[in-house]
């Protein structure tokens, strides 16, 4: 991991801050992408105190032009990027929750962050993962990223042949 540039989204908590920790500790460059600015900012200030190298980014990933704002601003630092890990997500509904019940609302806001986000996120950081001689996009999924009763799923999609 040592010298890659990787994009982490959902970076300020659970898995998305213990898998920033880890790549930075191996010496990646990790950019930390999350919406809560309060948040983000004690975990980059908590892990710039041991050395590692991380940049905080405030992105909503229901938010389009924030997308597009992050994308130039890590076009204009970086020359390519070489993982680009979908961890951002939430879980809208109540635990009362069922496919017939849910609130057309909350199935909305939940697939334009979990799906749309992702995508979206994902399209605009493939021109930078295509100069990588390894570029890779790494999506989750879990309790915070699936509607009631979904399944787990991780996918590693490969930019170039291997």
């Not at 032009?65 to 070489?82: A, F, G, M, P, R």
Request: net charge neutral; charged share 20%; proline share 2%.
């Amino acid at each position: 991991m040592s010298g890659k540039i990787i994009i982490i989204t959902g970076a300020n908590r659970g898995m998305g801050k213990a898998m920033t920790q880890k790549l930075a500790e191996m010496g990646a460059t990790v950019y930390m992408i999350c919406r809560d600015k309060e948040s983000g900012s004690t975990v980059e200030n908590e892990f710039k105190d041991k050395n590692l190298s991380v940049t905080l980014k405030i992105t909503d990933l229901e938010n389009v032009e924030d997308i597009n704002n992050l994308v130039q601003e890590i076009t204009k630092e970086q020359n390519h990027i070489d993982v680009l890990i979908n961890n951002g997500a939430v879980n809208l509904e109540k635990a009362t929750t069922r496919i017939e019940n849910i609130p057309l609302e909350i199935l909305e806001q939940t697939m334009n962050i979990n799906f749309r986000g992702t995508l979206l996120i994902s399209q605009k950081f493939v021109p930078l993962l295509k100069k990588s001689t390894s570029g890779r996009i790494i999506n989750f999924s879990s309790g915070l990223g699936q509607l009631t009763e979904w399944v787990i799923i991780l996918l590693i999609v490969s930019l170039k042949p291997l």
